[in-house]
Structure formats: structure tokens, C-alpha cells
């Protein structure tokens, strides 16, 4: 018998890099496998993109965690929230479903990594997952990326216009004008958020973000939303030629290398 030819994957996030990619990747690899790890805590604004890209690019979506989400692994943990340390969240509701999706078999992941980031695209350290970088290959960096959406007439998803990651409405790497403008868009999910915090049971204080409990973070709002316009207004002036979309995602992207959860992000 002939050896199992490699499957080849892609993983949406419901970000833009990834969806650019199967937009790229949709024509030039037919059998493409997509999935999307549902951890149960996204914005519903992902689950609508995600029907979009399903429906525009006509492809299949395989959603994996559908029954072991957030919650279940936080009792797992004993109730100890994850954070930039103590990740288990990147591992038990991304990678680990991802593991299971492609089991013992050969598999080619595309990841949506642009030339213009110097991060690495480690996703698992199973042997049998090779990862590919297209965006590298062909040296497509931001501005490449959102031309690709923006020709295939998919856009970018609507929480672009006040979050600049796709991911856990709770993420821990979100910034603070994010959570701002959580509390806005969905009161509901701050509030969540801010019982997480409050029934954090290590015994130490816990905060989402750095420094300051949501509670107090909220009571900063407006000092938070006017160095938001700052920074915003310090970008329109150093690039001017760029778009508003474009802007907006400089000043909420922190080019930050140690960011861990490219699965979730991209
Ligand atoms: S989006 Fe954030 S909170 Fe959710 S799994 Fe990824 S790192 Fe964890």
C-alpha cells in the first residue's frame, strides 16, 4: 500500500493574516483543510466573519473544542485563571485540539505569518505537523494582506474597528483601549470578565491586565479613550498615505515578538 499523502491545514482565527491566507491559499490547494478552535469565550463578531469566509471563499470549516471550552479546563486548573505565564488556555483549547484534528498522520499547517513579522510559528512540536509560511515565501507584509481581503470582498471582521485581535473576549494580551471598548460594545462580556477576576481562586489577586483590576481600569475610561485619540492622531501624522484601517491597526498592534498565541491571533 502507498504511503498516506500529507493533509494540508490551515487554521482560521477569525483574524485577518489567517483569513488572507485561505483567501490566497483557497484556489492553489483545493483539498485545504480549514478549522477553527472554538474556545467558547469568542466575540460573536468572529463566528459571524468566520460564516462570511465560509461562505465567500465557498469552503468547508471544521470547528474543533466544542465541548471542552474555557470553563472546563479552568475547573481542570482548580479556578486558577491563565495569564502570560501560566498559559494553559494556548495549549489546552488551541494546540492540543489542533494535535487531535491531525492525529498520527503527516500534515502541511499554513500559517498566516507576513514577512513583515519576526516572530516564529510554532503551533506544536509534533513531528508530523510541518509548517509552511506562504506569507514569507512571497514576501506579502501588512499593507499586501489588507489588499487580499479587501479585492476578495471579505473586508476585515467589524471588531477591527475597536479590537485589533481576533481571540477570547477576556484575552490577557488585549490593551487597555480593548477592554474600553468591550465594556462598550459588550457590556455583557465585561462583565464576565470582571466576575472572572472577582472569583479568581488562588488566593492572590488576579487582573486580566496589567496593574489595575477591570474595575478600576473602567473608572480610567476616559483617560484611557484620550491617549487612545493621541496615539492615533501621532499616526495619521507620520503616515499619511496610509488608510484609516491601516492606522488603526498600527496604533492597537503591539509588534510584540514574545507574543505566544499565534494560533489564536494570526
Ligand atoms: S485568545 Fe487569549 S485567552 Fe484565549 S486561548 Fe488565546 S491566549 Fe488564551
Known amino acids: 500500500m502507498g504511503k498516506t499523502p500529507a493533509r494540508h491545514i490551515l487554521g482560521l482565527s477569525g483574524g485577518k493574516d489567517s483569513t488572507a ?3 490566497l491559499m483557497h484556489r492553489e490547494v483545493p483539498q485545504m483543510e480549514y478549522f477553527f478552535c472554538d474556545t467558547g469565550k469568542e466575540l460573536s463578531e468572529t463566528y459571524e466573519y468566520l460564516e462570511r469566509i465560509r461562505a465567500r471563499l465557498g469552503i468547508k470549516i471544521e470547528y474543533l473544542n466544542a465541548e471542552r471550552d474555557f470553563d472546563f479546563w479552568l475547573g481542570v486548573y482548580g479556578g486558577v485563571l491563565p495569564s502570560p505565564n501560566v498559559r494553559w488556555c494556548t495549549r ?3 494546540i492540543e485540539p489542533l494535535e487531535k484534528f491531525v492525529g498520527d498522520g503527516q500534515a502541511i499547517s499554513y500559517i498566516g505569518i507576513r514577512a513583515d513579522e519576526n516572530r516564529d510559528g510554532y503551533i506544536s512540536a509534533k513531528s508530523n505537523i510541518t509548517p ?3 506569507f514569507k515565501e512571497r514576501n506579502l507584509r501588512k499593507p499586501d494582506i489588507l489588499r487580499i481581503l479587501d479585492d476578495s470582498g471579505l473586508g476585515l471582521p467589524s471588531y477591527y474597528q475597536w479590537r485589533s485581535r481576533s481571540g477570547c473576549y477576556f484575552c490577557f494580551f488585549q490593551r487597555k483601549y480593548e477592554w474600553v471598548m468591550l465594556a462598550h460594545e459588550h457590556p455583557d462580556l465585561f462583565q464576565k470578565a470582571v466576575e472572572y477576576e472577582q472569583n479568581h481562586k488562588d488566593g492572590r489577586t488576579y487582573t486580566w491586565t496589567q496593574g489595575e483590576t477591570l474595575e478600576e481600569l473602567i473608572a480610567r475610561r476616559d483617560e484611557i479613550l484620550a491617549e487612545h485619540e493621541r496615539s492615533l492622531y501621532r499616526e495619521k ?5 496610509r488608510t484609516l484601517a491601516e492606522i488603526l491597526d498600527n496604533v492597537l498592534d503591539v509588534d510584540n515578538d514574545e507574543l505566544p498565541c499565534l494560533v489564536c491571533h494570526l
Open 21 to 23: 491566507l485561505a483567501v
Open 92 to 94: 489546552k483549547l488551541k
Open 237 to 241: 501624522k507620520i503616515n499619511t498615505d
Open 132 to 134: 509552511v509560511y506562504p
